[in-house]
């Protein structure tokens, strides 16, 4: 896996503060055992090397050639495949070690590794210590490779004889597949010491990448064979493979563009399904929006055996500002009322503007007493509102609410803001939110009748049907021993289940 920034030990910091020593000594221990093991195994090779022939240096310069032609000319696309690897990166570079492995000398197949590595080091843009694991882990397993095709006592050249020619394939099939689980292994192993919350699944990287990386096993198989009968193979191929890089390249980034498409559909799909539930001029849910949210609250509320307070919301004389003021001072007004509602009202509310100046306000798990205190801080809200706005001819007038003192510099109806509440409360005045906001509109009928700018509380007879007392009621004082409705932490209602926050 490729980091996105250099660490801070290739920026020549002093060594006690490498990212290395922020791992836990488990990881440590892992790697040192690991690249212990492999240096050792590889100095062995490098010392045993002998007396080469001029067959095998000639194999050998061809690989090498090979490799770097491949790599300077993927570099890019390299980089940009690497960049969009949301796993571990599969590349194209074990059909030149596998084949190494096949056909060369062990300490040759080494120093072919080796310089495979340091040509991808600024490919691959690691950090030095996970990239000197990395290569251990490669190199490791092509010596196991080398050990399993040579140690076996199999002839390269084929013999004529069926079972002899045909044990060799499954000797290069059993070195494949060892060379495959050998970096596998190693480096899960590693990430899962690193990253011990992270299941191993996760590092063994995708069904594509792991038939690619069999698939280049193969073709080096096939390279490895060729070498053995002609020095040029590696020079024959490199073409090809260079070509099977830019189509992977190609395809990865058709891939990113498609997913990106995707997520902007998403987001867009997302966005019209807000758009088609939200009021524009006030930011509340609409009555699409109302009739979604505010039932499932409900139904959730009801199932739970917890009430659900109902507000319905009424602007006093708001044709009065449309026509004194004119329009958009009526909209400015509504824009106001909805950023009220948004503050004082918990997250796991529904609050939607119901048509016109009408409001609903739907509180979860909420009883009657706490839901009469949330709606006398909304109607003091309102009726403390201050709000800018323009006239019919353009000029600048500050409508305020009826409850604020009158100042010298008011003119007429300046003092134009109020609101009237009607409550009622599931399961209490109905058990459904049709029967409760029947009631919550009775008792705002109420408040209308009685003055308006005031707070009244429906009293349903269930057993009767809709039956509602219309005595006049004072205006409900805020309860000082009640609960804030409306603080950051404070959430009684499951968010989960309301996708919509008024």
Avoid at 150 to 162: D, E, M, W
């Amino acid at each position: 896996m490729t980091d996105d920034q250099p660490s801070r030990a290739t920026r020549w910091v002093p060594i006690r503060n490498w990212d290395l020593w922020t791992l836990r000594p488990a990881a440590l221990a892992f790697f040192l055992l690991v690249e212990s093991a492999v240096a050792g195994a590889a100095i062995w090779l490098l010392s045993a090397l002998g007396t080469v022939s001029t067959t095998d240096w000639m194999r050998f310069g061809a690989i090498l050639v090979a490799i770097t032609i491949h790599l300077v000319m993927v570099k890019r696309a390299e980089e940009s495949r690497r960049n969009e690897s949301a796993g571990p990166h599969i590349d194209l570079t074990s059909v030149w070690t596998f084949a190494a492995a096949i056909a060369l000398p062990g300490g040759l197949a080494v120093i072919v590794t080796l310089w495979m590595r340091i040509l991808i080091q600024p490919i691959a843009r690691r950090q030095p210590y996970r990239f000197v694991f990395s290569s251990s882990s490669i190199l490791g397993s092509t010596m196991l490779a080398w050990a399993v095709v040579h140690l076996s006592g199999f002839s390269l050249a084929a013999t004529g004889h069926i079972p002899t020619d045909l044990g060799l394939v499954l000797v290069l099939a059993l070195a494949a597949a060892l060379n495959w689980f050998a970096q596998v292994a190693t480096i899960a192993i590693a990430l899962k010491i690193v990253t011990p919350h992270t299941r191993l699944v996760e590092f063994l990287g995708s069904k594509n990448d792991n038939m690619l990386e069999v698939t280049t096993l193969g073709a080096g198989a096939m390279l490895g064979m060729l070498i053995t009968s002609h020095w040029v193979g590696p020079l024959l191929l490199v073409a090809p493979v260079i070509l099977v890089n830019a189509l992977l390249n190609n395809a990865a980034e058709r891939r990113a563009h498609l997913e990106r498409l995707l997520s902007e559909q998403e987001q867009l799909h997302q966005q019209l399904a807000e758009d088609a539930h939200t009021d524009y001029r006030t930011g509340l849910l609409n009555t699409n929006g109302l009739a979604e949210y505010a039932n499932r609250l409900t139904e959730r509320s009801r199932h739970d055996g917890q009430p659900v307070t109902v507000l319905a919301i009424d602007l006093d004389f708001f044709k009065r500002i449309n026509d004194t003021w004119g329009h958009p001072a009526g909209n400015a007004v509504l824009a106001e009322v909805g950023r009220i509602l948004r503050e004082k009202l918990r997250p796991g509310d529904v609050a939607g503007r119901d048509g016109g100046e009408e409001f609903l306000v739907v509180l979860a798990d909420t009883g009657l007493a706490q839901g009469i205190s949330i709606a006398e801080r909304i109607r003091e809200a309102i009726a403390e509102a201050t709000v800018s706005t323009t006239d019919k001819h353009r000029n600048t007038v500050t409508l305020r609410g009826r409850a604020l003192p009158p100042a010298d510099d008011d003119g007429p109806d300046v003092r134009a803001i109020s609101a009237s509440i009607g409550v009622a409360v599931v399961p209490d005045n109905g058990d459904s939110l049709a029967l409760a906001q029947h009631s919550a509109d009775a008792a705002l009928y109420v408040a209308k009748e009685n003055g308006r700018n005031q707070v009244r509380v429906a009293d349903l007879d269930i057993g009767a049907g809709a039956r509602v007392s219309l005595p006049a009621l004072p205006v409900m004082p805020v309860l000082p021993d009640l609960p804030s409705p409306r603080t950051d932490q404070q959430s009684t209602a499951d968010d989960s289940q309301i996708s919509r926050s008024a």
